[in-house]
């Protein structure tokens, strides 16, 4: 263990945490390091200290460090401020680098310390490299005990290598009639067990050569006696009791091997020691997890140091194998060699898990037991049904060694991973990835490291001088997880960052682990300020864009360092998560070990800039027309790339052409831009200077390609949340809007969004009719992009009829949201240049398609208003009841109009909390509520009710309908309601598909539907 924080200086920085007194002077120099590159010099008088803390308590260390004099006369290596203790020192001699070690013990308390480098001859220089903080490992007591050579030996040395010898008093093959009570306590003598199971001596049985642990489904006196000693908040013991047997004396180092296997239910099957600050467990396999399906086919294992003896202080480090056999269905050996430098963990004889023994050197007891993880879901009283609650164990052996230890590892890690990072700077845009992506490397396969998963996830990178980038695209279909801090247990990407390369233990302070969730939550591990990130849920899984800052630490062209990354994958219902992919680490070790990262490479290539075409006038076909008010501009540039497979073209207009002629116009400019490229993606990206200058103009911009069309009033995105947004990034408001800029898109939908956009429509009965189209806008500054997803006033777009389609066979247009919803978007047909095309006017971006919808009302024959109902209804506006009528000489309830006013306007619903008390978010009309409540279209009594289901009079229908009218922008007259009586008068149903067809003809279509 080494708590020094870059001790070797190879980050080229001295470390984070550490200060100096004196005039003298600290610097990291090349020229004179022990090892590696760097060292540090110390100039002048006075000394430099390095603050070390958390360490273990009443415990020995040494530190070890590499250490000569330059121009010095004396100098000293020391530790300062240990357990209220005189401090430790040592001179530095000599002008060639020697070893000098100081040691140390720590307090029950005080686990801190400072080491220093004091140059006392206060002049000259002293250097130093490879600073070391050390445990001085103190051997456990020794145990007195019966051990024999009974050619009885580890599975895992079968040729007694080690030179085995077997314990008599750890060891048992439970061939007698009953537990060994000389050996073993029935209970576990300082736990009860973990709630809701509590440990029952009536639980265990021996026989037939074998011990028998055993769970059940009951409840026992023991429970209520001891809840009333728990805490008021404290998990109760009920349902199920289990077992626990305890060695009833401490063991020290060895090898411990148990055979047996696991019972088949949402209980462990567990073998484990621990002692008064440590914990070794060897497997804690849960055989039938109602939430993991693969439980029993993996032998968890970990390690835990509680400080001090605080078990709230858990440092815990566990591991997973994940073996081929199911643990339930027969017996199999489990192994711990246990040392003074080596915690080894074996399944059947086979090496599967070490770890550097830093701290596990006091004696500790034997466990054998059953437990309760709520988190692994409980076992139903069915599933326990005997013989399946049983734990069978056939065998505990234990055995010692005198022979030496090697320093070495006897795991073969596989060769480290290596990737390439090109060189550049994409925008952040989780949902739109900057064409640079298509050109960057992926790092490499990511396969499953843990649990049971089917995810799959790709990953790439870039990197310039502030940023490291990474883009990860992860297929989920099963999205969950709602942990706010712990991200790590939702579905997410995490990501670790080895600035330095040094690959140390524990992180240093260039030493970066940021993970961010499917709903773009983050939590981490020195994650540094600026860090930027970009979320997008897609229809089967999701996208994270990250970009982590180089810190301190400026990595040049053509320099390595440490990476790696894991996709989780939580499952429902439990919304935990369940296994993980991962690149490089091949020990489930890199959350506090960045000895696990693999090598990424920062190449100085740089990603390749797809080939730009320049429009220039001339009797061909032209590329981009750019036209103001009709009066020819010189085009602008076409930068044509891909963007997930898709073609895309970025059109950029002609600026200072266009600020030329804008100058010599009055106000309500029309600037037409028409991109004659067939790609699949046409974008137009515009600066924001020049569009606050169009925006002043009040003009509108008109982006025509051949897929659809957009007309756009400029001010509408001057005056929306995501330009403020950006804008507000800036305390002193001097944000260059050159620097700012938007994107138009208008595009073709991938093959899965078809595929999504017809699953939809079939849903409602909906004939799709050509394809699909997606319009959308983003505003970019910096790494920040950010969609502008509705309008506070309609906008058109025009979309294309099919060739030869008889425009009577639309219905409308409908909206297809990433949820799979479908609403009806206000849809006229227009004839253009001899052509029908889809006029659509809307307040939010999205997908849109055209859709035939024929509907049947049996009982609208005689109603005057039978063809407007029977549009109303084809557009999904006016709905039947469920015996297939529409009832027009009925009543209309204040929750039916409240929907149709919605529907007709095309609003997206809404889900926030509901205004009105007695209006239920589960109800049919809730989302219809909470929506035209959202945009003001109606109110509530004073009582703060709704009164859903009365009837509405036509007086309350004429106020929706003005709020509607002002909605839409439109100035209308002040409806007045007819005169009356003091009895109210009611809508009829036929009455108000009258008055939704006026609104919508006269007001957001403006013209006759």
């Known amino acids: 263990m080494n708590a020094f924080e870059n001790g070797s200086f190879e980050s080229g920085q001295l470390p984070v945490r550490y200060s100096k007194w004196g005039s003298g002077s600290a610097t990291v120099m090349t020229e004179y390091a022990y090892t590696g590159t760097y060292a540090l010099v110390y100039s002048g008088q006075g000394a430099i200290e390095f603050p070390v803390s958390g360490l273990q308590s009443n415990t020995e260390y040494k530190v070890a460090v590499y250490a000569k004099l330059g121009t010095s006369a004396g100098a000293t290596l020391g530790v300062k401020e240990h357990n209220g203790a005189e401090e430790s020192y040592i001179p530095i001699q000599g002008t060639t680098y020697g070893l000098y070690e100081v040691s140390f013990q720590t307090g029950a308390v005080e686990t801190s310390a400072k080491v220093y480098l004091y140059n006392e001859s206060g002049s000259g220089t002293v250097y130093a490299d490879d600073f070391e903080l050390l445990v001085e490992v103190l051997p456990p007591p020794v145990i007195n005990e019966n051990i024999v050579d009974n050619s009885i030996y580890p599975l895992s040395d079968s040729d007694n290598v080690r030179s085995w010898k077997y314990s008599l008093d750890y060891s048992d093959e439970f061939g007698g009639a009953a537990l060994d009570t000389n050996k073993w306590n029935d209970h576990h003598t300082y736990w009860l067990g973990r709630q809701p199971s509590i440990f029952s001596p009536r639980n265990i049985r021996q026989e037939n050569g074998q011990l028998i642990l055993t769970a059940k489904y009951e409840t026992i006196p023991e429970m209520a006696e001891a809840n009333a000693k728990l805490g008021p908040n404290s998990p109760q013991y009920e349902k199920y009791t289990t077992a626990a047997v305890q060695s009833k004396t401490k063991t020290g180092y060895g090898y411990y091997e148990i055979k047996a296997k696991a019972a088949p239910v949402s209980i462990t099957s567990s073998f484990w020691l621990q002692g008064n600050e440590t914990e070794i467990d060897v497997y804690e396999t849960v055989g039938r997890s109602t939430v993991n399906p693969d439980s029993g086919y993996e032998m968890p294992m970990n390690t835990h140091y509680y400080a001090g003896g605080d078990w709230t202080k858990d440092i815990s480090n566990p591991g997973v194998y994940h073996s081929k056999d199911d643990l339930t269905a027969d017996f199999h050996v489990y192994g711990l060699d246990w040392n003074a430098k080596w915690i080894r963990f074996y399944y059947d004889g086979v090496l599967v898990r070490e770890i550097r023994n830093d701290v596990f050197h006091e004696n500790q007891y034997i466990f054998m037991d059953m437990e309760t993880f709520t988190w692994a879901g409980l076992p139903s009283e069915a599933s326990m049904a005997s013989p399946n609650g049983e734990y069978v164990i056939e065998y505990v052996r234990v055995w010692r060694s005198n022979e030496p230890v090697s320093d070495e590892p006897e795991m073969e890690l596989p060769p480290v991973k290596e990737a390439e990072a090109l060189r550049g700077t994409p925008a952040l845009n989780a949902s739109s990835p900057d064409p640079l992506w298509s050109q960057a490397k992926e790092i490499g396969s990511l396969r499953v490291k843990g649990g049971s998963t089917s995810i799959t ?6 990197w310039d001088d502030r940023f490291l980038y990474i883009r990860t695209e992860v297929k989920d279909a099963d999205l969950t997880g709602t942990e706010p801090n712990e991200t790590y247990k939702n579905d997410s990407v995490e990501v670790y960052v080895d600035g330095g390369n040094e690959k140390a233990k524990p992180y240093d302070g260039n030493d970066i682990k940021w993970n961010v969730d499917y709903m773009g939550r983050s939590s981490g591990i020195n994650v540094p300020e600026g860090a930027q990130q970009s979320v997008h849920r897609t229809n089967d899984g999701y996208v994270v864009e990250m970009a982590v800052p180089w810190m301190s ?16 994958d939580a499952r429902q219902p439990s919304g935990v998560r369940q296994g993980y992919l991962g690149w490089n680490d091949p020990l489930d070790q890199v959350w506090q070990n960045m000895g696990m990262t693999g090598d990424l490479k920062l190449s100085s290539v740089a990603a390749n800039v797809p080939p730009v075409y320049t429009y220039v006038p001339s009797p061909v076909p032209d590329l981009v027309k750019l036209t103001m008010n009709g009066q020819l501009i010189s085009g602008g540039t076409v930068v044509k790339s891909l963007i997930e497979g898709q073609s895309a073209a970025t059109v950029y207009p002609d600026r200072k052409g266009l600020l030329k002629v804008l100058n010599s116009l009055d106000e309500k400019a029309v600037v037409s831009i028409e991109v004659n490229e067939s790609a699949d993606i046409v974008i137009g990206q515009f600066d924001g200077s020049l569009l606050t200058a169009l925006a002043d103009k009040q003009a509108i911009l008109a982006f025509e390609t051949n897929m659809a069309s957009y007309r756009l009033p400029v001010r509408q995105v001057i005056a929306s949340e995501s330009w403020k947004s950006i804008l507000e990034q800036s305390d002193s408001g001097d944000i260059d809007l050159a620097e700012v800029q938007v994107q138009l898109r208008i595009g073709k939908p991938t093959e899965e969004e078809k595929r999504r956009v017809v699953i939809a429509t079939d849903a409602q009965s909906l004939k799709s009719i050509g394809e699909p189209i997606s319009f959308v806008i983003q505003v970019m500054y910096g790494t920040q992009v950010i969609e502008l997803t509705s309008f506070d006033a309609y906008v058109e777009r025009i979309m294309p009829l099919p060739s030869g389609l008889d425009p009577a066979q639309v219905a409308t247009a409908v909206v297809v949201e990433p949820d799979g919803s479908v609403r009806h978007v206000p849809t006229s047909m227009v004839s ?10 809307s307040l939010t971006n999205s997908m849109y398609t055209l859709v035939g919808h024929e509907v049947r009302l049996l ?25 297939g009528t529409f009832r027009p000489e009925g009543q209309i309830t204040r929750a039916e109009f409240t929907a149709m006013l919605v529907r007709a306007l095309g609003l997206r619903l809404e889900s926030n909390q509901q205004p009105f008390k007695d209006v239920s978010a589960s109800s049919w009309y809730g989302a219809y509520v909470s929506t035209a409540h959202e945009h003001q279209l109606i109110r509530g009594y004073g009582d703060h009710t709704f ?3 009365q009837v509405l009079t036509i007086e309350e229908g004429l106020e929706m309908l003005d709020n509607a009218i002002k909605l839409t922008g439109v100035a209308a007259p002040k409806t007045q309601p007819p005169l009356q009586d003091d009895a109210p008068v009611y809508l009829t149903r036929e009455e108000s598909a009258l008055w939704i067809h006026c609104l919508l003809s006269k007001y957001v279509l403006e013209v006759d539907i």
Do not use: C, Y
């Open 832 to 841: 253009l240049e001899g052509k029908w095309h889809a006029s659509i006017r």
């Open 457 to 462: 996830a790709i990953a790439k990178t870039l």
């Open 947 to 949: 009164r859903p289901m």
């Open 859 to 883: 009982d609208i024959k005689q109603s005057g208003a039978e063809e407007i109902i029977r549009r109303l209804a084809a557009r999904t506006i006016v709905r039947g009841l469920p015996d």
């Open 553 to 568: 630490i400026v990595r040049p062209a053509g320099s390595t360092i440490g990476f790696d990354i894991q996709v989780n």
